[in-house]
């Protein structure tokens, strides 16, 4: 759900844990029986983080940045494709965009949205395909479980590990996993169109 950078975590926890408190002295546990309600703490959290992204992409001064930009996922998803990560149209409902996220890289703050920070833009498209890649999991999580059930269990999830996004939480796990399969995959890719092509690859392996 979110690619976060470090120094992010603990204003992120503080918010859940400020939204969370009538839950904690209400409930002997802190997932509330009642789904809405810490789907709502998931909502803080990820409000937090792309609070103005849906302004951001309803602006219409950015309608050309904004044709440059979904052509840049296009072609990131076409290159997941190629790879046979993704089948074809397998996520064309998913609407993905790029908005100034608050901290992080990456984050699905409900069904069939992407939004992806937008200092990925200058990123490679092999960089850009990974990141996709890792979100598209949780929009996967999030159509399996149900949107509400979803959130919850991220909530859950946080609680778990003290607010970590990485490979202790049990919903990021395959995302990052997943992820790491399409960082082979290109660079397995790259490899052996240097064989090949020798001298069109002297300057190294992409940015990966």
Request: with cysteine; hydrophobic share 45%; charged share 20%.
């Amino acid at each position: 759900m979110i690619l976060l950078k470090p120094r992010s975590l603990g204003i992120l926890f503080l918010l859940m844990i400020l939204f969370a408190v009538p839950l904690l002295v209400a409930h002997e546990k802190y997932l509330s029986p009642d789904v809405s309600n810490c789907a709502a703490i998931f909502d803080v959290a990820t409000n937090y983080l792309s609070g103005t992204c849906p302004k951001a992409s309803a602006d219409p001064v950015h309608d050309h940045a904004r044709h440059d930009d979904n052509a840049k996922i296009a072609r990131a998803i076409e290159l997941l494709e190629e790879l046979g990560f993704v089948a074809p149209g397998q996520f064309a409902e998913v609407e993905t965009s790029f908005c100034p996220l608050t901290q992080g890289l990456g984050v699905v703050p409900r069904q069939n949205v992407i939004f992806l920070d937008d200092g990925l833009r200058g990123a490679s498209q092999d960089t850009l395909a990974e990141v996709i890649f890792h979100e598209l999991q949780h929009v996967e999580q999030m159509r399996r479980m149900g949107e509400a059930q979803f959130k919850c269990a991220y909530v859950n999830a946080m609680f778990d590990c003290a607010a970590c996004t990485d490979k202790r939480n049990i919903l990021e796990a395959p995302a990052y996993a997943a992820q790491a399969r399409v960082r082979e995959a290109l660079l397995a890719r790259w490899l052996e169109t240097a064989r090949q092509n020798p001298e069109a690859y002297d300057s190294g392996p992409p940015d990966l």
